[in-house]
Nanobody, 124 residues
Framework: QVQLVESGGGLVQVGGSLRLSCAAS????????MGWFRQAPGKDREFVAR????????NYADSVKGRFTISRDNAKNTGSLQMNSLKPEDTGVYYC?????????????????WGRGTQVTVSA
């Protein structure tokens, strides 16, 4: 089993930056691929970024490419999402998720474990 806890969300103005963290416990963190998803009020949860177990392969949604960077430190059992040049449409609850063998890293059903989320609000 893996437990995930997100932190680092908050209120930021357009063009600002935030760094989200995902702390993992339980099962060894390096066994899992890790993804970040976000959900705006009244909207479906959408894929943001993914990183493989070794940290040498990443994928991003087109909407965040060039602005967000996903990373992980397996020695510290943590993952991060650096968010730069933030836009109002980036607003939402951000979730960290983990999967052993994701069928498709862009869909929520591929992930076995989820954090409870952290709120990110970008004001214009």
């Amino acid at each position: 089993q893996v437990q995930l806890v997100e932190s680092g969300g908050g209120l930021v103005q357009v063009g600002g930056s935030l760094r989200l963290s995902c702390a993992a416990s339980g099962r060894p963190f390096n066994n899992y691929h890790m993804g970040w998803f976000r959900q705006a009020p009244g909207k479906d949860r959408e894929f943001v970024a993914r990183i493989n177990w070794r940290g040498d392969s990443t994928n991003y949604a087109d909407s965040v490419k060039g602005r967000f960077t996903i990373s992980r430190d397996n020695a510290k059992n943590t993952g991060s999402l650096q968010m730069n040049s933030l836009k109002p449409e980036d607003t939402g609850v951000y979730y960290c998720a983990a999967a052993l063998y994701p069928t498709s890293y862009v869909v929520t059903t591929s992930y076995n474990y989820w954090g409870r989320g952290t709120q990110v609000t970008v004001s214009a």
